[in-house]
């Protein structure tokens, strides 16, 4: 086990939005902290739960004690990385850490511990690569060019020369895996690969993670895949295609919104020849609608999800809203037109940008 200098942990209260010098920042709290609540958006994504996963199980193995705090469950086809976990749910974060770790969040109202947050003695983490990110820890470790939070939490722990075995990589490949879309994302840098490469030499076996994430799709999700595949309507020429699931779209599946994220519909549009953006506007049981954005060819759809009170990426993008379907739908479509008009976006043809 690596041995770490203790030291007092206010002497690494700053705000340092710069990425060498965050990351720096980062190293020096942990190595100076004793208990850490490492916590994630959400509707956890594989991103979130793996980068939950990862650092906990470096931590861990570098002598720290952790506790993981989600305040939704993770999905089904990610949950066995937190499967002996016992979560901490927001309201119930005791005063006693050192560290809190918020990862892959734009905002502490992301992860539903913004009330423990400003209740807590802890040093505040933020560790993020959405470049909607308002810097809200006292500590911010922020790379917007980087794949995925894994990516980060790779670099971190090379950095730091903190625990990286096969039981630690296997969250952080899953998280790397598909945020990057499988290394399909445009303007990947070669970081990314980097990231790979070191977790793949640990010794990791990937085997159970692909089967998990190409085979492990439930009946739900896929008849809620058809059905978002059989709403899809074309606009402005064939550059923009969106679908519309409510919520009896939903009950007629068989599913629940949380089978929509699953079951891959949000990328399918953007592999239609000729389009440029999508729209799936998913209506909740109770109501609300959340709405997914995703791009190809250099298109901002995260102005469109900022505008609309979300954040993201800037090829992939969300937000929600409790309004009318309707009412959600009519606004983010406007959005959409009214950018496509006014920008100039590259051809795109099979799939691929071509300026």
């Not at 340092?16 to 956890?44: K, M, Q, W, Y």
């Amino acid at each position: 086990m690596v041995s770490y200098a203790t030291q007092p942990i206010e002497s690494f209260l700053t705000d340092l939005d710069n990425t060498e010098s965050g990351l720096s920042a980062v190293v020096s709290a942990i190595r100076a902290g004793s208990r850490f609540l490492v916590v994630s958006h959400l509707r956890p994504d594989g991103d979130a739960v793996g980068c939950l996963a990862g650092l906990a199980r470096s931590l861990r193995k570098a002598g720290k004690w952790v506790d993981i705090g989600l305040a939704d469950q993770p999905p089904e086809r990610f949950a066995f990385l937190l499967e002996e976990e016992v979560l901490v749910k927001p309201g119930r974060v005791n005063s006693d850490y050192d560290v809190i770790i918020c990862l892959d969040a734009g905002d502490a109202s992301r992860t539903g511990f913004e009330q423990d947050f400003d209740s807590t003695r802890a040093v505040l983490i933020d560790i993020d690569h959405h470049a909607s990110n308002t810097c809200f820890g006292e500590i911010n470790f922020l790379d917007f060019g980087a794949s995925s939070t894994c990516e980060m939490i790779t670099s971190l722990i090379q950095t730091a020369d903190f625990p990286l075995d096969s039981d630690v990589a296997e969250g952080l490949y899953l998280g790397l895996a598909t945020d990057s879309r499988f290394f399909q994302n445009e303007n990947l840098r070669a970081s990314a690969h980097l990231s790979a490469a070191a977790l793949l030499g640990t010794g990791l076996d990937t085997a159970p993670i692909l089967s998990i994430l190409n085979g492990g799709r439930t009946l739900q999700e896929m008849k809620t895949l058809g059905k978002g595949l059989e709403k899809v309507e074309m606009d402005c020429d064939g550059r923009f295609a969106f679908s519309v699931l409510t919520h009896n779209d939903l009950a007629a599946c068989g599913a629940v919104r949380e089978n929509v994220w699953a079951s891959g519909l949000f990328n399918q549009l953007t592999t239609i020849k000729g389009v440029i953006v999508s729209l799936v506007a998913v209506e909740d049981i109770d109501g609300k609608i959340f709405c997914e954005f995703r791009s190809r060819g250099g298109f901002d759809v995260k102005s469109i999800a900022v505008a609309m009170g979300g954040g993201g990426h800037l090829a992939a993008s969300g937000c929600s809203r409790s309004a009318p379907l309707d009412d959600v739908v009519m606004e983010a479509c406007r959005l959409i037109r009214e950018k496509l008009l006014k920008e100039s976006v590259p051809k795109v043809a099979h799939g691929i940008g071509v300026r």
